[in-house]
C-alpha cells in the first residue's frame, strides 16, 4: 500500500507542478520550455515578486487585525472566536452535505482509465486524496487560527509587531510614504465606544491559536470524509436513502453547532492558551477517529459509485480556472451536461407552424431553468436601471452601468433570453428545414422569455423612476427596451449583404443605450420612448433585411 | 416538405421528370442543370491550402463517393458545400444558382448531415422530429419519419435527450432528421463510420431510395459501402480532387475504394 500511496503522491505532485506552469504562462513565461539563463533570472524575478507581494500582503493584514483588535477591544475577540468556531461549524455541514451528494473523491478520465483500473487499491487512493485535502484545510485553518491569536494578542496589550517600524528600510521605502487606512479607521487604542465593554480574555499566542484552528479544520474535513466514506462503503441499495438521512441530519447538527459556537466562543476566548489546548486535543481526537474509519473502510469504497458520482465535476476539468475557453462557452457546456442528466420533463405541445415555436421556446426556460436567472436580473434589475437612468436617476455614469449589465454581467439576460434562437441559428440540420426567416425565428423564440422580462419590468419600474415621471411612459420604455434588447441578439444571425458587414448583438445594446440617452438629454419622457422605437425599428430592418449568416 | 416536389424541376418551359432514376431521359441533361456544380473551389487556413483547383459536378439521381486519407479536407469541402464555410476562391452551384449559404429557399432543398451533428439540448429525439414536422405544419409526416426512426434502430430511444445517446445514435437522428425531408441534395460527411452493420444496410437502401427518387447524393466514406454503388467516385488527396470513375451505367467496377487508372 505504501508504494501505492507514494506513487499517488507522485502524481499529485506532478498535477501541482502543471498548475504551477499555468500560472507561469499568466507571467508569459513557461519554465518547462524557456530554460535560457536570462529566461531562469525572469523567471525567478517573477517568483521572487509574488513571493515579496505576498509577504506585504501578509505584514498588511496582520497590521489590520492588530490594529482593529486593539481598537475595538475584548468584544472583538470573543465575536472572533464564535465566529470562528461558527464558520468551522457551516464549513462542516457544507461539506459533508457535498460529501453525501456526490463523492469527494475526484477522478479525471485519466484517473479511471489508469489509476482507478488498475491494482491501486481503494484505501490508497482514498487515503492520498482525503490527505491532500486535510493538509489543505490545515494550513487554511492555520492561517486563520493565527490571525486570531494575533489579533486576541494585541486586544490584550501584547506585543503585536509593528512590521513597517521594525524594518526600518522598507518603512521609509513603502509604509512610511503610505497612509495607513486601518489606524485612521480604527483610531487609537480604546477609542471605540466598545472598548468600553470589558470581557475576560485569556493569553493565547498566535502559534497555539494557529496549531488549534488548524487541528480543527482538519477534523472539519475528515469528518466529511469519513462520512463519504461510510455512505459508499454501504451497500449499493441503501446509499441513497442514506444521503438523505445523512443531509437532514448534518443541517440539524449544523443549527445547533453554530447556536452552540456563540456559546462555546465565550469560554473559548476566556479560557485563552488552555482552551485552546483543549480544542486542539478534541480536533486531534476526532481526526483519529476519522483517520481509523478511512482505514477501515475505504477498501470497502464502491468504486463504481466514486466514478458515476463524480462524473460531472470530470466533465468540467478541462475548464478550469485557466482554461482559455470564453466562459460562455464553458457555462454553456456545464448546462448541456446538467440538462442530460436531468431528463426530460414534460413534454413538447402539440402546436403547430409559428406557434410551435412559441410553445419549444416556453419548453426551452422550463427544461433550462438555469437560464430564468438570468431573465430576472435582465427584468428586474438591467432594464429598470436603465430606465432610471434615462429618467434622470443617478449620474450619468449609470448608463455605462446599464450598459455593462447588458453586455458583460453573467447570467446575460439577453443571453439567455435569446437562447432558443441561437440554438436554432446553432443546429443548422434542423434550421435548414424551418420554413422561416431569421426574423420570424428571432420573434416567435423570444416571445416566452419577452413576456416574463416585462412583467418583471413592470413590476419594477414604479419604484426605480424618480418621482414625477409619468408611469405609463416609464412602462413603456420598460417595455420598449426589453423588446429592443432582445431584437439586438438577430444581429449576431445575420449579415447586412451577402458578402457585407457583420453587425452584432453588443452593438445593437451599445446602440440602443446611446440613443436613449441622447434622447434623455432633452427630458422629453416620451421622446426617450420613440428613441428606443426606433432603434427596435432599426434592428428589425437589419435583421429583415441582412442575408442569413450560416457561418 | 418533399423538397424534390418543389421548384427547379421546370427549365425552358419544359417539365423534367424527377422521378427519373440513373438512367433517365436523355432530354433530362439538356434541361436540368446539374444539381451540384463546383469551379474552381480552393480553401486554405492562413497561408496553408488545404486542396485547390476543386471542380465537379452531380447530376440529379446520382450518388458520389468522396474519398481521401485523413486530413486531406473533405469535412472541409463538405461545409464549403453546405454554405457552412466561405471558400478562398471558386464558386459552387446549387440547382442552377450560385450559392454562398445565404438563400434560405436553397437551403431548404439540401441536406448536410456533418460528421459531429448537432441538436437541441433540452429536446427529445422525437421532439426533434415532431418539431420540425410540425414548423412546416406536416404532422402527417411523423409516421412516416417515426418509420425511418425505426428502421434506423432508434425505436426504443426516441424519449431520450440525443445528448445521452451515443456516437452512432446521433448520426442515426441526424439521417432521419435529413432524409425524412426528401431534400434534393443530400451532402454526407462519413455517415457510415459509426454505424452497425444493420443500419449501415438501412442506410445504403435510403439512400438507393433518394437516388430513385431523383435526390443527388455525395457522401465522403473510408471503407466499403455495403449495397450501394456510387455513379461518380472522387478522390481528395494532396489537395487536389481526382475523379476516379464515372460510368454512364452507374456501374464502378471495384466497388467504393477503386484507384484511380494510372
Not at chain 1, 456563540?262 to 486535543?281: H, K, T
Not at chain 1, 436603465?386 to 450598459?403: D, N
Not at chain 2, 432524409?179 to 463510420?193: F, H, I, T, V
Request: proline residues 6%; neutral net charge.
Amino acid at each position: 500500500m505504501m508504494r501505492d500511496f507514494q506513487l499517488l503522491v507522485r502524481l499529485r505532485v506532478r498535477h501541482a507542478r502543471t498548475f504551477l506552469l499555468r500560472l507561469a504562462y499568466l507571467a508569459g513565461t513557461d519554465p518547462s520550455v524557456d530554460r535560457d539563463a536570462s529566461d531562469r533570472v525572469y523567471q525567478l524575478y517573477v517568483a521572487g515578486a509574488l513571493l515579496i507581494c505576498a509577504a506585504l500582503l501578509w505584514f498588511a493584514l496582520l497590521d489590520v487585525v492588530e490594529k482593529t483588535f486593539v481598537a475595538v477591544g475584548s468584544l472583538l475577540g470573543i465575536v472572533a472566536v464564535s465566529a470562528l468556531l461558527a464558520m468551522a461549524v457551516a464549513v462542516f455541514v457544507h461539506w459533508s452535505v457535498r460529501a453525501l451528494r456526490s463523492a469527494p473523491l475526484r477522478l479525471s478520465h485519466p484517473d479511471i482509465a489508469y489509476v482507478a483500473s488498475s491494482p491501486i487499491s481503494a484505501r490508497s487512493l482514498v487515503m492520498e486524496a482525503a490527505g491532500a485535502s486535510l493538509l489543505a484545510a490545515a494550513v487554511i485553518g492555520a492561517l486563520a487560527g493565527y490571525l486570531l491569536g494575533f489579533g486576541l494578542e494585541a486586544a490584550l496589550g501584547g506585543a503585536g509587531w509593528d512590521w513597517f517600524a521594525a524594518s526600518g528600510t522598507a518603512a521609509a521605502g513603502f509604509g512610511a510614504a503610505v497612509p495607513d487606512p486601518a489606524a485612521a479607521a480604527a483610531g487609537p487604542p480604546g477609542s471605540s465606544p466598545l472598548a468600553s465593554f470589558a470581557f475576560e480574555l485569556g493569553e493565547v499566542s498566535p502559534a497555539m491559536a494557529a496549531l488549534a484552528c488548524s487541528a480543527l479544520f482538519a477534523a472539519v474535513a475528515g469528518g466529511s470524509w469519513a462520512i463519504s466514506v461510510v455512505r459508499l462503503a454501504s451497500r449499493r441499495r441503501s446509499q441513497r436513502a442514506e444521503k438523505i438521512v445523512g443531509i437532514v441530519v448534518a443541517c440539524a447538527l449544523g443549527l445547533a453547532g453554530t447556536a452552540g459556537a456563540f456559546v462555546c466562543g465565550p469560554i473559548l476566548a476566556a479560557a485563552g492558551s488552555a482552551g485552546f489546548a483543549i480544542l486542539g486535543a478534541a480536533a486531534l481526537a476526532c481526526l483519529v477517529v476519522e483517520a481509523a474509519v478511512l482505514v477501515v473502510l475505504s477498501p470497502r469504497v464502491d468504486m463504481v459509485a466514486v466514478v458515476q458520482e463524480s462524473a460531472l465535476a470530470v466533465e468540467l476539468d478541462p475548464f478550469g480556472v485557466f482554461s482559455a475557453l470564453d466562459p460562455d462557452v464553458q457555462s454553456d457546456y456545464r448546462r448541456r451536461i446538467k440538462v442530460a442528466r436531468r431528463g426530460p420533463v414534460f413534454r413538447l405541445p402539440a402546436a403547430q407552424g409559428r406557434f410551435v415555436f412559441i410553445a419549444r421556446s416556453a419548453l426551452s426556460l422550463v427544461r433550462q431553468f438555469e437560464g430564468l436567472a438570468g431573465l430576472v436580473v435582465l427584468g428586474a434589475a438591467t432594464t429598470p436601471l436603465g430606465v432610471a437612468a434615462l429618467f434622470g436617476a443617478g449620474a450619468p455614469v449609470t448608463f455605462l452601468f446599464w450598459l455593462m449589465l447588458l453586455v458583460l454581467v453573467r447570467p446575460s439576460g439577453p443571453r439567455e433570453a435569446s437562447r432558443a434562437f441561437r440554438d436554432d441559428m446553432r443546429v443548422r440540420l434542423v434550421r435548414d428545414q424551418l420554413p422561416f426567416s431569421v426574423f420570424e425565428l428571432l420573434v416567435l423564440d423570444s416571445l416566452p422569455a419577452f413576456a416574463l422580462v416585462a412583467v418583471l419590468t413592470c413590476a419594477v419600474v414604479p419604484f426605480a423612476v424618480p418621482p414625477g415621471v409619468p408611469l405609463a411612459a416609464a412602462l413603456a420604455l420598460g417595455v420598449v427596451t426589453n423588446a429592443a434588447t432582445l431584437l439586438c441578439a438577430g444581429l449576431d444571425a445575420v449579415r447586412m449583404s451577402s458578402k457585407g458587414l457583420r453587425p452584432w448583438s453588443e452593438g445593437g445594446l451599445a446602440m440602443l443605450v446611446a440613443a436613449t440617452a441622447i434622447a434623455s438629454t432633452f427630458e422629453l419622457p416620451w421622446l426617450t420612448v420613440a428613441a428606443a422605437v426606433a432603434v427596435c425599428v432599426g434592428v428589425a430592418l437589419i435583421v429583415l433585411r441582412g442575408a442569413e449568416r450560416a457561418r | 416538405m418533399d423538397c424534390r416536389t418543389t421548384g427547379g424541376l421546370e427549365r425552358n418551359g419544359a417539365t423534367v421528370d424527377a422521378a427519373a432514376g440513373p438512367g433517365g431521359a436523355p432530354t433530362q441533361a439538356f434541361l436540368e442543370p446539374p444539381v451540384l456544380r463546383v469551379e474552381k473551389l480552393s480553401f486554405c487556413y492562413a497561408r496553408a491550402d488545404v486542396w485547390s483547383d476543386v471542380s465537379f459536378s452531380i447530376d440529379s439521381g446520382k450518388v458520389a463517393f468522396l474519398t481521401g486519407p485523413n486530413g486531406s479536407g473533405k469535412s472541409t469541402l463538405f461545409r464549403c458545400l453546405a454554405g457552412w464555410a466561405a471558400p478562398s476562391q471558386g464558386t459552387v452551384e446549387l440547382f442552377g444558382k450560385p450559392f454562398d449559404g445565404s438563400d434560405r429557399m436553397v437551403r431548404r432543398q439540401m441536406a448536410f448531415v456533418p460528421d459531429v451533428p448537432s441538436f437541441y439540448d433540452y429536446l427529445t429525439a422525437v421532439e426533434h422530429i415532431r418539431f420540425v414536422l410540425a414548423a412546416n405544419r406536416v404532422p402527417a409526416g411523423e409516421d412516416e419519419a417515426l418509420r425511418l426512426f425505426d428502421r434506423l434502430g432508434l425505436a426504443a430511444h426516441g424519449d431520450q435527450y440525443p445528448s445521452s445517446y451515443s456516437r452512432g445514435m446521433r448520426l442515426k437522428l441526424a439521417l432521419v432528421l435529413a432524409l425524412m425531408a426528401k431534400p434534393r441534395l443530400l451532402l454526407l460527411d462519413e455517415p457510415y463510420g459509426p454505424l452497425d452493420r444493420e443500419a449501415a444496410a438501412a442506410l445504403s437502401s435510403l439512400l438507393a431510395d433518394a437516388r430513385d427518387d431523383g435526390a443527388a447524393v455525395l457522401m465522403s466514406c473510408h471503407h466499403d459501402v455495403p449495397d450501394l454503388e456510387p455513379d461518380v467516385q472522387l478522390r481528395l488527396d494532396g489537395g487536389r480532387l481526382v475523379p476516379e470513375r464515372s460510368t454512364p451505367d452507374g456501374a464502378t467496377p471495384g466497388g467504393a475504394l477503386a484507384q484511380p487508372e494510372r
